[in-house]
């Protein structure tokens, strides 16, 4: 699975943007495709993940209400639109995937095998 991240770049706080996460396939059964973003020095921080198959969906809680994932299937596309962006948004945003996660798992960015190259958002004040 190729992942390919856009729809990152300069923004004011309070702003939108909306990032895309084509994948080149979708493997047989069920895959997941999470939003990770690292800012410097931090640890690479789960966003929100969605399950293709029934379009389940999980948020870390802090960002609740402003971010939000969604699908395309017909696309090959996941999207994750950021509204009411505040400077500590501020990070490179990736995704990821994988066809063997549990639940549980989501969250985790060491279960993921597979990863797009990231792209950067920048909120500023």
């Known amino acids: 699975v190729q992942l390919q991240a856009s729809g990152g770049g300069p923004v004011q706080a309070g702003g939108s943007l909306r990032l895309s996460c084509v994948y080149s396939?979708?493997?047989?059964?069920?895959?997941?495709v999470a939003w990770f973003r690292q800012a410097p020095g931090n640890e690479r921080e789960f966003v929100a993940a969605?399950?293709?198959?029934?379009?389940?969906?999980d948020y870390v809680d802090s960002l609740k209400g402003r971010f939000t994932i969604s699908r395309d299937t017909a696309k090959n596309t996941v999207y994750l639109q950021m509204n009411s962006l505040k400077p500590e948004d501020t990070a490179v945003y990736y995704c990821?995937?994988?066809?063997?996660?549990?639940?549980?798992?989501?969250?985790?960015?060491?279960?993921?095998?597979?990863w797009g190259q990231g792209t950067q958002v920048t909120v500023s004040s």
């Open positions: 990821a995937a994988d066809t063997t996660l549990i639940r549980s798992s989501w969250s985790n960015p060491m279960a993921y095998d597979y």
């Open positions: 396939r979708r493997t047989f059964g069920r895959m997941v």
């Open positions: 969605i399950n293709l198959s029934g379009g389940s969906v």
